[in-house]
């Protein structure tokens, strides 16, 4: 028999397989160029290991597949996190104080920019461009909401945009007005897109710098595999400046986005951008916007909210939507709904449901779900769908008393219906966890604890919101291992620690499957291997 290349040693090794394999104790995982090749136990890795094989022991360690998070924005998130972080800010003092902060910290003439803004911390009434312009002056500012979905700007930002000038291109929804004028409120992937394209953009050079430090960050926390939703701007020149300066510390797959204004010249274009691919980095699939979000308004539910908002689709036209779907399923290519009202996910479930008979047999996956009634639940296992859910998103922003934004935005059954994990799991769907970075932590330690408790896991007397959809601690595991490559349509790839399956090895010091939630958040992650190669060890961590 030929030797391995490589044999990694642990206390215990979870290979994560369906069946199970039928050895007592699994210890060890023999590697021969990429791929794995056996696993078993150190009695058995003797007979792997030869001359010239390199053993790695990692003790105490317990050994899981490489983590997957399946929605992330490493690259989109670049641009979403310049400037001052606001996210600690919670009450107008301090919002006030952060903006005051990024003002004094920006050149004159540069834009002040802000992320990370929560709904509740901007003084009453809410967000308007002239709160923003009395800490900023007349200098031109963009503070960006925490989900990504909308910013306000300040008046000569909007001037230098031009905003004023595309309010009827992009119509009342988008860009916010009152009997003053416009808000400042700006919504949605093409409203934010023409304030973007006003600001002076860093270097291709500079963002991959960025990339190479974020992925570094994002493999200390034990990811081996981030699936990026996104594909923007010049996000490829990125990744090859970014590969250029040596190997990327995880794998990225990353999906373009389809909006309703694609034709099918459109569409073709990101069928032939799924060629695309680097050493470390591949497009795979689309990602289209069913809806938007709840806190601002552009979800799309099936009865409006109690401000009257959050009933359209982001598609006008229905059944556009349902042929851009047949379209990339046709080529072979899988599509991310996002989709998280009701409404919106009973449409994709209709739609991903009639390509069935037709002869799919791809995973196409559903992101978000934020609120879901119960005859939907068993249609995602009937009709194949993915589940790719965020649990911080419920953690980290909702409140089990309903104070915050988003639950007040709903009817009280709509927000108990809010992030049903476990209900999903119980009906056989696939479920992927992940944690859409930048709009919460990229840290699966803490996505998997919080889903566990359905409340931030540090924080023992905080009321969980939603109880009965806590995950078990083999479940969450799952969300980042087996489910997450079958979202993905890569099950015998990735998420596995089998023959044949890709060496990504995530090594954490202390049992995943056995630790207490709150333990799992700081459990040091010892290494991670992408396709056998050592990508993370833990003596590299700056602590
Ligand atoms: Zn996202």
Redesign the pocket.
């Known amino acids: 028999m030929r030797y391995a290349d490589q044999v990694v040693l642990a206390r215990r090794v979870h290979p994560m397989t369906a069946d199970g394999p039928s050895y007592e104790v699994v210890e060890a995982v023999a590697i021969r160029g990429d791929r794995i090749t056996a696993v078993g136990s150190r009695a058995e890795a003797r007979g792997w290991i030869g001359p010239d094989t390199v053993v790695t022991d990692h003790g105490s360690g317990v050994i899981t597949p490489g983590l997957v998070d399946a929605?992330s924005?490493p690259i989109l998130g670049l641009r979403m996190t310049a400037g001052h972080d606001l996210s600690g800010a919670s009450s107008p003092a301090e919002l006030q104080a952060g903006l005051a902060a990024a003002a004094e910290a920006t050149a004159p003439g540069a834009w002040v920019q802000a992320w990370g803004l929560k709904p509740d911390a901007w003084p009453a009434p809410g967000p308007h461009r002239a709160w923003l312009d009395a800490i900023v002056g007349d200098r031109p500012a963009i503070v960006r909401f925490f989900d990504g979905h909308a910013v306000v700007a300040s008046t000569r930002a909007l001037e230098l945009a031009a905003t004023a000038d595309l309010v009827d291109v992009l119509g009342p929804g988008l860009v916010g007005r009152d009997a003053q004028g416009l808000t400042g409120v700006v919504r949605e992937p093409a409203g934010l897109a023409h304030l973007d394209e006003a600001i002076p953009q860093p270097s291709v050079h500079d963002e991959a710098a960025r990339l190479h430090d974020l992925l570094a960050a994002m493999a200390a926390t034990g990811l081996t595999t981030v699936h990026a939703?996104d594909l923007e701007g010049d996000a490829l020149a990125v990744l090859e400046a970014a590969e250029a300066r040596g190997p990327l510390p995880l794998r990225l797959l990353l999906s373009p986005w389809c909006g309703p204004e694609l034709d099918e010249d459109g569409w073709r274009e990101l069928l032939a951008l799924q060629q695309r691919s680097g050493e470390r980095w591949a497009v795979r699939g689309v990602k289209i916007f069913l809806d938007g979000t709840i806190d601002h308004g552009t979800a799309w539910l099936s009865r409006p909210d109690r401000w009257g908002q959050s009933d359209v689709s982001l598609w006008p036209d229905r059944d556009r939507y349902a042929a851009a779907l047949a379209f990339f399923d046709r080529h072979g290519v899988a599509t991310a709904t996002h989709a998280i009202g009701d409404a919106a996910v009973g449409r994709a479930l209709d739609v991903i449901g009639g390509l069935r008979p037709a002869g799919s047999t791809l995973v196409h996956r559903i992101e978000h779900i934020e609120t879901a009634p119960d005859h939907l639940l068993p249609r995602f296992a009937e009709v194949g769908a993915a589940a790719c859910m965020q649990p911080t998103h419920c953690t980290r922003y909702v409140t089990a008393d309903g104070s915050d934004n988003w639950s007040a935005r709903l009817p009280e059954h709509q927000a108990r219906q809010a992030w049903r994990t476990r209900d999903l799991r119980d009906l056989g769907a696939v479920v992927a966890l992940g944690s859409?970075w930048p709009?919460a932590h990229y840290d699966p330690r803490q996505v998997m604890a919080d889903a566990q408790e359905r409340r931030p896991a540090e924080l023992p007397d905080a009321a969980p919101v939603g109880p009965e959809q806590r995950l078990t601690a083999r479940m969450v595991l799952e969300g980042y291992t087996t489910h997450a490559a079958a979202a993905d349509g890569l099950s015998a790839e990735l998420g596995v620690l089998a023959p044949g399956a890709r060496a990504d090895l995530t090594v954490f010091a202390d049992d995943p499957l056995e630790l207490a939630p709150s333990a799992l958040l700081t459990c040091p992650v010892l290494a991670t291997y992408v396709g056998g190669e050592p990508a993370h060890r833990h003596t590299d961590l700056h602590r």
Request: overall charge negative; proline content about 0%.
């Open positions: 929605h924005h939703l859409d709009i």
